[in-house]
């Protein structure tokens, strides 16, 4: 469907399917179901809708295809750690769970994410190392986006921003760009956030766009350099934490 809409007809439909399901959800479940609202940095009361719009709103504009596999499965990845997930940050606190038998929320997402970014990589290219750097580029750009979610717009304005160069390239970029413009005033303004839903499935839908718009040389090198953020989280969240 994308390559049928461009640039500006993605971006169109995803901001407005986004938008659409982001309101349904807030006039029909409001603050009744507790699983879907936190507590934000601030203290104050937000709601997780943004995350469910901003991943459907991405798998439409997207359409049939590898992105839209990895964007729903990242984003119900995302919404089942939003739902039962733990206190818990870091690969190696899951990974060190499930050493010890305990599946957490965490080792979920982990390898599900993983498993889908390379299903996904796999259809989007032809050759075994290019199959694995995309499966990589994928699944880490789907991480590093939940990874930078960590105060109000930081995710979404990430989003935008990875994703403005990739529209030089096609319109892949486009519908990830879209869901997160419709829902940022709102991040921002702290009436709801992303989430582990909104995060995963954004990221992972910026990840796909990059893999189609690079060739071997590209995906190794954002694969090395999400490699390296991911392996200095911490670092990462605490840069984004600081003052805009």
Request: proline share 3%; hydrophobic share 50%; glycine share 16%.
């Amino acid at each position: 469907m994308i390559a049928r809409l461009g640039r500006a007809g993605a971006f169109a439909v995803a901001a407005g399917v986004t938008r659409g399901v982001y309101g349904g959800l807030r006039r029909r479940v409001g603050d009744r179901d507790g699983r879907w609202r936190r507590v934000n940095y601030a203290g104050r009361d937000v709601d997780l809708y943004a995350g469910p719009a901003t991943a459907v709103g991405t798998a439409l504009a997207v359409g049939r295809g590898p992105a839209a596999f990895a964007v729903l499965v990242a984003g119900a990845c995302g919404a089942y750690d939003d739902v039962k997930g733990d206190d818990r940050r870091g690969f190696r606190a899951h990974l060190s769970a499930l050493r010890q038998g305990e599946v957490t929320s965490g080792a979920v997402k982990l390898l599900g994410i993983g498993a889908a970014g390379l299903v996904a990589g796999a259809l989007m290219k032809e050759r075994p190392v290019d199959k694995v750097l995309a499966g990589v580029v994928i699944a880490g750009t789907a991480h590093l986006v939940n990874l930078v979610d960590v105060q109000p717009g930081r995710a979404a304005l990430g989003v935008l921003a990875l994703g403005a160069p990739g529209l030089l390239r096609g319109p892949e970029a486009a519908a990830p760009m879209g869901a997160a413009a419709a829902v940022l005033v709102d991040d921002l303004g702290e009436r709801t956030m992303l989430g582990d839903t909104g995060a995963h499935a954004l990221g992972a839908a910026v990840g796909a766009a990059i893999v189609a718009g690079n060739g071997r040389l590209g995906l190794a090198a954002h694969a090395a350099g999400l490699v390296a953020a991911a392996v200095c989280g911490d670092r990462v969240t605490a840069l984004v934490r600081s003052p805009m």
